[in-house]
T-cell receptor, first 115, second 114 residues
């Protein structure tokens, strides 16, 4: 089945450790996104990538890093510089079917807890 | 400053009634606006898209309006059912024509009571 796969679903980290969240898609989409969601709040954009080997900062990029070496993969690293990393992280890709107006397809999310 | 605002208070509604949610934005001129549904602990799911030159869009029991003068979109769920209980999010393209940056509002939780 086509879709977005995020792993791990749950992750615990000690303070001062970096952690990498995986996001893989087999939808052949060019654009991919990472959002962060805090309890009871909406989604905030961390990074996005429109094509391979290119990515842009979103609204809350500090303390995060990404890479886009393959079309299918867009991993997010939460570094020790991120002061409040406990959150629900969502990866998405954008359908090219309607070009500029394509909708986002989301994964099931990764919940990161810093101990 | 730029803002996308949705009513943060939960909307409690009786089954069969129409739920109306608002999405207001300031200092953007989006070419389109999208609505998503999110269930607890899950990723959002796309529902509807409306373009700036469209006044209204319908899909089954859902209706969306878009008023670029008021900078507002309304999202209606008619004949609401308990299965419609979820959080609904609006999203705008906040770099009009300059990229694929989609920014979300805070979402409104809807609870439909039988």
């Amino acid at each position: 089945d086509g879709g977005i796969t995020q792993s791990p679903k749950y992750l615990f980290r000690k303070e001062g450790q970096n952690v990498t969240l995986s996001c893989e898609q087999n939808l052949n989409h060019d654009a991919m996104y990472w959002y962060r969601q805090d309890p009871g709040q909406g989604l905030r954009l961390i990074y996005y990538s429109q094509i391979v080997n290119d990515f842009q900062k979103g609204d809350i990029a500090e303390g995060y890093s990404v890479s886009r070496e393959k079309k299918e993969s867009f991993p997010l690293t939460v570094t020790s510089a991120q002061k409040n990393p406990t959150a629900f992280y969502l990866c998405a890709s954008k359908s090219p079917d309607r070009g500029y107006f394509g909708e986002l397809f989301f994964g099931e999310g990764s919940r990161l807890t810093v101990l | 400053s730029q803002k996308i605002e949705q009513n943060s208070e939960a909307l409690n509604i009786q089954e069969g009634k129409t739920a109306t949610l608002t999405c207001n934005y300031t200092n953007y001129s989006p070419a389109y606006l999208q609505w998503y549904r999110q269930d607890p602990g899950r990723g959002p799911v796309f529902l509807l898209l409306i373009r700036e030159n469209e006044k209204e869009k319908r899909k089954e029991r859902l209706k969306v309006t878009f008023d670029t003068t008021l900078k507002q979109s309304l999202f209606h769920i008619t004949a609401s059912q308990p299965a419609d209980s979820a959080t609904y999010l609006c999203a705008l393209d906040t770099l009009r024509g300059a990229g694929n940056k989609l920014t979300f509002g805070g979402g409104t939780r809807v609870l439909v009571k039988p």
